[in-house]
């Protein structure tokens, strides 16, 4: 077979994948190139926890013989992914992002890391996350801080949880990843890494042994160079688990790719209300009322919305939430001064330390109740359209603790939405910025055919950062 020019870093999955099963790339060399990578820039960008070099070495000479005698076991055979340190593998160490658990050995394997492994994939290894997957900054106190792979002179935020994984995929140093989203965890990293996220509805994808934060609220999701590939990751990654309850009453998934190359003509999709435009930076604001004409010019019909609630009232309402539940879970680490745990973190889980139960309920039966007003606002809509984020990556040093950039992407989370982060334009200084589609509950396809309509229009998923 011919061999591939291509880099394989940067190759699309889907090629990637397409190159490996026609034998033009074997996963040998495919693996020794992300490794190489990892070793050439993670030193600076800090994305990886630990690499699982030697691991992922085998791995791949399994993959190779498999595919050449004939025994692939499916179209992403050999194909490599990193995965968020909240993530079981059975005997090594999750840490969760905190030096607490920095000798927790996985007592058992992820289902969704089960599910890659049934399709021969290869795990490269565990990226960094904010402590116990609590904040969107991306900031870790502890373990260190990814660096936003688009401004190599200054160390700028790379959104989090999820925030190896993104500095990972967008570097090139992993072809995928996944993140998981409580608030935000997986939209707020692609979004100013650059990235497609993908923030499942609950239920959607076993949360089996992953770390949780706010059970409620806890889902994984794809993060990927473009939707047509997380697209293609969401596809092996949802399903029935009988080790995760949600799963048993989510409704039956559409296949993402029946609908995805359908384009934008004929949606109806709402802008968001005039006055959610306050603290979006001008550059922010341009590049999304050029998405939406963008959209328009396929075909999509955009309309006004009034929304039920200011997407402000709706991130502290789901704050309350995941304080009261994951002060429930890991209050014991948090109250406990003897223990290393980040200065920013401690207090956001403390928050839940005074909420009365009393409240934490009440706070749910406003949840429900805001939930039916905001479907019915919904009603003939296709999707809501959004910034993900305010503004671009800000300098580390300029991250203030007490506040989240999780404005417009907790409301998903609190409303059990489902929602898509793609690229749609950078700053004056080369910093990406991200247009946010906001679907119904279950209703994934949808947000990926939007996504992609909106990548077949436009350039800018398939830029790199400079230098890399």
Not at 73 to 86: E, M, N, Q, R, S
Not at 367 to 377: G, H, N, Q, S, V
Not at 436 to 450: K, N, S
């Amino acid at each position: 077979m011919p061999a591939s020019n291509a880099d394989p870093c940067y190759l699309p999955v889907h090629r990637l994948a397409a190159d490996i099963a026609a034998r033009r790339l074997s996963p040998v060399d495919v693996v020794d190139a992300f490794l190489a990578r990892i070793a050439a820039h993670d030193p600076k960008l800090h994305a990886y926890i630990d690499v699982y070099a030697d691991d992922a070495r085998l791995a791949a000479e399994a993959a190779d013989m498999a595919i050449r005698a004939g025994h692939a076991v499916g179209p992403l055979h050999g194909v490599p992914i990193a995965l968020k340190d909240l993530i079981d593998l059975q005997g090594r160490i999750t840490t969760g992002g905190s030096p607490v658990w920095r000798e927790r050995r996985s007592p058992a394997t992820a289902t969704l890391a089960r599910r890659f492994f049934a399709q021969g994939m290869i795990v490269l290894g565990k990226t960094h996350t904010v402590e116990f997957a609590m904040g969107g900054w991306g900031t870790n106190q502890h373990f260190g801080t990814p660096w936003n792979p688009w401004d190599l002179a200054e160390h700028r935020t790379p959104g989090g949880s999820s925030s190896g994984t993104g500095v990972a995929v967008a570097s090139g140093m992993a072809p995928w990843g996944i993140g998981t989203d409580t608030g935000g965890s997986v939209r707020l990293p692609a979004s100013w890494c650059g990235l497609s996220g993908l923030k499942t509805t609950i239920g959607r994808v076993s949360a089996h042994g992953i770390l949780p934060l706010a059970p409620s609220l806890d889902t994984p999701g794809p993060m990927a160079r473009s939707v047509e590939d997380a697209a293609l990751l969401y596809s092996i990654m949802h399903g029935p688990d009988p080790l995760d309850p949600h799963t048993l009453s989510a409704p039956q998934a559409a296949d993402p790719f029946t609908s995805l190359r359908r384009g934008a003509r004929g949606l109806k999709l709402a802008r968001m209300p005039a006055a959610e435009r306050d603290g979006c930076t001008p550059e922010v604001l341009a590049a999304y009322d050029a998405a939406l004409d963008t959209l328009a010019r396929q075909g999509a019909e955009i309309v006004e919305i009034a929304l039920p609630c200011r997407f402000a009232d709706a991130t502290d309402m789901t704050g309350r939430i995941i304080g009261s539940e994951a002060y429930q879970l890991i209050g014991d680490l948090v109250d406990n001064p003897a223990l290393s745990i980040d200065e920013a973190v401690r207090p956001r889980i403390r928050l839940g330390r005074g909420i009365s139960a009393r409240d934490y309920l009440a706070a749910l039966a406003e949840r429900d109740a805001l939930k039916r007003r905001f479907l019915a606002a919904l009603d003939g809509i296709d999707a809501l359209l959004t910034p993900t984020t305010q503004t671009a990556a800000i300098r580390v040093a300029a991250v203030d603790q007490t506040t989240t950039p999780a404005h417009f992407t907790r409301l998903v989370n609190l409303l059990e939405l489902c929602a898509l982060a793609v690229p749609n334009g950078f700053t004056a200084t080369g910093l990406p910025i991200s247009l946010h589609i906001v679907c119904r509950p279950y209703d994934e396809a949808t947000a990926l055919q939007i996504g992609w309509a909106y990548q077949q229009a436009t350039d800018w998923h398939e830029h790199r950062p400079p230098g890399l």
